[in-house]
T-cell receptor, first 115, second 110 residues
Framework: DTAVSQTPKYLVTQMGNDKSIKCEQNLGHDTMYWYKQDSKKFLKIMFSYNNKELIINETVPNRFSPKSPDKAHLNLHINSLELGDSAVYFC??????????????FGEGSRLTVL | GEDVEQSLFLSVREGDSSVINCTYTDSSSTYLYWYKQEPGAGLQLLTYIFSNMDMKQDQRLTVLLNKKDKHLSLRIADTQTGDSAIYFCAESRRDDKIIFGKGTRLHILP
């Protein structure tokens, strides 16, 4: 059973299109994240939701809009795709409690290629 | 600085020890982590250390923490070909963000 699953795994699209990536976790965690990993493998946090509320919103263009319909899901919608959006997008989840280590559980990533 | 810093590449002979170093930024970080990323996969937690510890050992892995210098290291004893991966240092900051370094690509020489 996959703990954090993302779809699609690969996405190839033209500049200017709108696309979505979905993420689901079955770990019962209350916090979910989106990270972007560029071609040099640098990993940057984009968003974090705790119990469906946005708690971290880094300096990300407003073409990127996360949506969390419930605690187990966090989707990422991207409007007007640009070449620079090409990257691997990772979803992650964790459980925020004082006694927890805050370990992040990652999905396998969604590789987005914008042509 | 604002970034978690680590060197980008490390080459080690099979059987030798690998030492990956990292400097972090937030002196109040509660936990510091080492994550491993194999090709085509997501990151997986390798080990972590609580900020009130200065050393943690887990089989072939040894983590050393120097809070004064904000320096974290990961030593892998008896490095094997299966250890070839990218290793990310990460800190959990007081604003609840977990911030990653740029990753160290470990290459194993035969």
């Amino acid at each position: 059973d996959t703990a954090v699953s993302q779809t699609p795994k690969y996405l190839v699209t033209q500049m200017g299109n709108d696309k979505s990536i979905k993420c689901e976790q079955n770990l019962g965690h209350d916090t979910m994240y989106w990270y972007k990993q560029d071609s040099k493998k640098f990993l940057k946090i984009m968003f974090s939701y705790n119990n469906k509320e946005l708690i971290i919103n880094e300096t990300v263009p407003n073409r990127f809009s996360p949506k969390s319909p419930d605690k187990a899901h966090l989707n990422l919608h991207i409007n007007s795709l640009e070449l620079g959006d090409s990257a691997v997008y990772f979803c992650a989840s964790s459980h925020k409690r004082a006694e927890n280590t805050g370990e992040l559980f990652f999905g396998e990533g969604s590789r987005l290629t914008v042509l | 600085g604002e970034d978690v810093e680590q060197s980008l590449f490390l080459s080690v002979r099979e059987g030798d020890s690998s030492v990956i170093n990292c400097t972090y930024t937030d002196s109040s970080s509660t936990y510091l982590y080492w994550y491993k990323q194999e090709p085509g996969a997501g990151l997986q937690l390798l080990t972590y250390i609580f900020s009130n510890m200065d050393m943690k050992q887990d089989q072939r892995l040894t983590v050393l923490l120097n809070k004064k210098d904000k320096h974290l290291s990961l030593r892998i004893a008896d490095t094997q070909t299966g250890d070839s991966a990218i290793y990310f240092c990460a800190e959990s900051r007081r604003d609840d963000k977990i911030i990653f370094g740029k990753g160290t690509r470990l290459h194993i020489l035969p």
